[in-house]
């Protein structure tokens, strides 16, 4: 046991989590922290690495682009008030796409609150809606119990956010601090192994099936059950299509691996949602940007659902077979009782699909040989230059849709995409989050030129941290994807989707980070290879055809079968 | 889908804005809390919640899921009246001369199984319990005669007609669980 002020003791609880970088802006309520901080930044006995973004909001996707590629806790410090609010956004894009992230929140002196004191807000009441957990610390004594609760529920489970809350009395008070472990609460115990009865019965069902089919969601990257996700696929020979964020769990070159599921997914797997027999979800949810219209969504078909999250089996879809439990292992469990088995004419009726998909959609956008540049042929060629093997980092809206159905995978925590909130202005601190966890890797950022705007200011972040981010700013003039919403379902009433746009090169040099524009297809490659050459940050503006439009496409509201290859 | 009322029952640690975290659930679903209860239960140290809403089955399914992922809510379930044995308690003031002029307090007394709690100069405060519609039926009835000064209904206290509290089953294996780690 040792003395220390509590504001040390955080820090030092953090590292008992084995914290090693934190994503943060100082401010009036937190300086206890960063006072503190400061020696375990700086000097021989460094053992934090903090990066100062330059909006809070910054803080927590940075946060999120760090866990998504590396597994681990994401770590945000703030100040109170509106240092607190500007976290909101980043909270619950974490909820919602179940990315573990701390947000440490400075608070005013215990004595103030519901003063409405200076730089006070009622963080843990806004927060509470999306969160796992948020927590007020007033005690310094409370420090080490709240830490170590607030990664065991961040990390455990299905993953999500947590907050505390540190009023300024709590951080400079003394403590005698001792580090705690927290690995069981009685109210809170996430499910893990299934019923052996619910894996009878999956196994059956999914041994009786004929027309098998499996959507593969984020749990299995969050489970680590990639290894396990292919020993049943194949066992079974069983096709599968995969969710936004359940991108990479497979490569895209496995034989099973049927592509993108969804409104801007590929076609085979979406028609042949609603025609196979036994319909197997893995750690998904069923988003309605997956199934669309809910009333014709998979009819035909046996559901077997595998979730981790209770309240997730039945929500949007009436289920079968609920496997509650963590897919590590409820996925080798059914795997074991089932028979192998082949089911080669039906994966070959992907095919015809896959073909036409590649005449009228792929083909034109990836292989143009005439016009302006396409978006989908840009990430392409990223793809190719970093030998499919690249983190993709992605905005919201057409870039991010061009990028998750032309980058191609070979690892898996490859993808670092905003799903269920759809955050624009996502992708810039994500994508600084991502690199700075995995630094040996290459992070291929994809974006627009509304979405970059959103954060532009996280250049900043770079140019101080010196973080090799590549960033690709397809830029179309426009707020791409309202504009094709626009154009296709609102009598092309192009309302505020025009955009008059900075000089991105000249904003890129005033903060030291190289960059080139290309407006040719015969330059492309070249610009790909140039922005590729080393390990330092880079902007690769592309101007593309401005009313490229993201195809195939389920139109809202419609049967997934409705899918168009064209306006 | 036909809606109709369930009793929501949830057991949860003792912490400060666990209210706040049950109703928000209600709201996101548009349901209204008809009756709110919460009082320390029958095991030291967890809380009882007991709340009625009228909702569809599928509805009212998926909230209490909901409600029960929470970090430290301890179980959450629902029934149906059927399932239940139930009471509420109301409190009515009146005016002591106006219930004099009624005549008989016997026949009320007899009739509506009321307590008298308070008797002054000026007003008499009595207590009734029984459902929402007999609570209800006095204070229609004595609104129209005599009127009621005050009148105040709880929420509803539920206990199911099993032999057990639910609760204690899953405590048992969340001990098990604790044991097995030490």
């Known amino acids: 046991m040792k003395k220390m002020k509590g504001s040390e003791a955080l820090l030092e609880a953090l590292i008992n989590e084995g914290v090693d970088t934190i994503f943060g802006y100082p401010g009036g309520q937190i300086i206890p922290v960063y006072d503190a901080l400061y020696n375990y930044t700086e000097g021989k006995n460094r053992r934090l690495r903090h990066v100062l973004v330059r909006h809070e909001q910054a803080a927590t996707h940075a946060a999120e682009g760090y866990s998504r590629v590396s597994g681990k806790v994401g770590v945000c410090l703030v100040t109170s008030g509106p240092g607190a609010t500007n976290t909101i956004t980043g909270i619950g894009d974490a909820m919602i796409d179940s990315t573990p992230i701390v947000v440490i929140t400075g608070q005013v002196v215990s004595s103030l609150l519901g003063t409405d004191a200076f730089q006070e807000i009622d963080v843990v009441g806004i927060t509470q809606p999306i969160t796992k957990w948020a927590y007020q610390i007033r005690r310094p004594e409370d420090i080490a119990w709240a830490v170590a609760r607030a990664f065991y529920i961040a990390s455990s489970g299905r993953p999500g956010p947590v907050v505390l809350d540190f009023t300024k009395d709590a951080q400079v008070a003394m403590v005698d601090y001792e580090p705690v472990k927290c690995d069981f609460i009685r109210s809170y115990i996430p499910a893990s192994k299934p019923e052996d009865d619910a894996v009878c019965k999956a196994a059956e069902l999914i041994g009786s099936a004929q027309k098998p089919f499996a959507l593969v969601g984020q749990g299995v990257i969050l489970g680590n059950a990639e290894k396990e996700l292919m020993a049943f696929l194949e066992k079974a020979d069983i096709p599968a299509g995969y969710t936004l964020l359940g991108e990479s769990a497979m490569p895209t070159d496995f034989r099973l691996n049927k592509g993108f599921l969804g409104m801007h997914g590929n076609i085979g797997p979406n028609m042949k949602t609603n025609e196979c027999d036994v319909l197997i979800a893995i750690g998904m949810r069923f988003d309605d940007r997956v199934t669309s219209n809910l009333n014709t969504y998979a009819k035909q078909a046996k559901i077997v659902h595998l979730d981790i999250d209770a309240s997730e089996l039945g929500k949007n879809v009436p289920i079968d077979v609920p496997v509650l439990g963590d897919v590590k292992h409820s996925l080798p469990a059914i795997t074991e009782k089932l028979q192998p088995a082949k089911h080669t004419e039906w994966i070959r009726s992907f095919d015809e699909h896959d073909k036409r998909e590649y005449d009228e959609v792929i083909a034109p956008e990836v292989f143009p040989q005439s016009g302006y540049l396409k978006m989908g042929e840009v990430v392409n060629c990223v793809s190719e230059a970093v030998n499919h093997d690249a983190v993709l980092v992605t905005d919201v809206g057409q870039n991010q849709m061009m990028a998750a159905r032309y980058f191609k995978f070979k690892r898996s925590r490859s993808v670092v995409t905003s799903g269920g909130l759809g955050t624009m202005g996502y992708g810039l601190p994500a994508a600084i989050g991502a690199k700075i966890a995995c630094p040996e890797r290459t992070v291929c950022f994809f974006t627009g030129d509304g979405g970059i705007q959103m954060t532009v200011q996280e250049l900043g972040t770079i140019l101080q941290e010196r973080t090799g981010v590549k960033i690709i700013l397809l830029n179309n003039n426009w707020l791409g994807m309202v504009r094709q919403w626009q154009e296709l379902f609102y009598d092309e009433c192009y309302s505020q989707t025009r955009m008059i746009n900075p000089d991105f090169m000249q904003l890129a040099q005033s903060y030291g980070i190289a960059s080139r524009l290309v407006s040719e297809r015969s330059e492309l490659k070249d610009a790909v290879a140039d922005m590729l050459k080393d390990d330092k940050p880079y902007l690769l503006v592309v101007n593309v055809e401005e009313e490229n439009m993201v195809f195939p496409m389920v139109p809202p509201g419609h049967t997934i079968t409705d899918i168009t290859t064209k306006k | ?182």
């Open chain 2, 1 to 182: 889908m036909e809606k109709r009322l369930y009793t929501v029952t949830i057991f949860s640690e003792n912490t400060v804005g666990l209210l706040n975290q049950i109703t928000i659930i209600f709201t996101r679903r548009q349901l209204n809390i008809e009756t709110l209860s919460v009082s320390p239960s029958a095991l030291k140290g967890i809380h009882k919640f007991t709340i009625t809403s009228y909702a569809s089955h599928d509805i009212i399914d998926k909230v209490v899921k909901q409600i029960d992922k929470r970090v430290d809510i301890i179980k959450a379930y629902y029934n149906t009246d059927d399932e239940l044995v139930s009471q509420e308690i109301a409190l009515y003031k009146v005016a002591t001369d106006k219930l004099l002029e009624l005549g008989s307090i016997e026949a009320l007394i007899r009739n509506y199984g009321i307590r008298v709690l308070e008797m002054t100069k000026t007003c008499v405060v009595f207590e009734k319990t029984g459902a929402y519609e007999e609570t209800q039926k006095l204070f229609d009835e004595l609104s129209q005669s005599i009127g009621v000064l005050q009148f105040i209904r709880s929420g509803r206290v539920a206990i199911t007609k099993s032999k057990v509290e639910r609760l204690s089953d899953m405590l048992a294996s969340i001990e098990k669980q604790v044991a097995r780690k030490q």
